[in-house]
């Protein structure tokens, strides 16, 4: 079965830090595309970050520029996204989604992306 499971999420202070993790089962992480989306209450669904299955990053959203890191575990099968300097404009349901091709590269579109994780939530707040 695949699957996608998000975990790290949490209430951090602004200014905090998080790691977010993104686990597969059924299929190797290490050769599709993973992309982070986030959703905050209210508002569309938006891309923030991807990784290739060459370990290139593309960031989708500016605001996370300078941030936000993402990277591969491939022993663990996991991808992580590093947040740092949390902003209360961060707070939202983060999601990881794999891309729908073998090999693609990273694409901010939504619409291909087959398998997505529950998600899970940062509240940024003091």
């Known amino acids: 079965q695949v699957q996608l499971v998000e975990s790290g999420g949490g209430l951090v202070q602004p200014g905090g830090s998080l790691r977010l993790s993104c686990t597969a089962s059924?299929?190797?992480?290490?050769?599709?595309?993973i992309t982070w989306f986030r959703q905050a209450p209210g508002k569309e669904r938006e891309a923030v970050l991807c990784i290739s299955p060459t370990d290139g990053d593309t960031y989708y959203s500016h605001s996370v520029k300078e941030r936000f890191t993402i990277s591969r575990n491939n022993g663990e099968n996991t991808v992580y996204l590093q947040m740092n300097n949390l902003k209360p404009e961060d707070a939202a349901t983060y999601y990881c989604?794999?891309?729908?091709?073998?090999?693609?590269?990273?694409?901010?579109?939504?619409?291909?992306?087959?398998?997505w994780g529950q998600g899970t939530p940062v509240t940024v707040s003091s």
């Open positions: 059924g299929f190797k992480l290490a050769f599709v595309a």
């Open positions: 989604a794999a891309h729908r091709e073998y090999l693609g590269d990273c694409s901010g579109q939504s619409n291909e992306y087959p398998t």
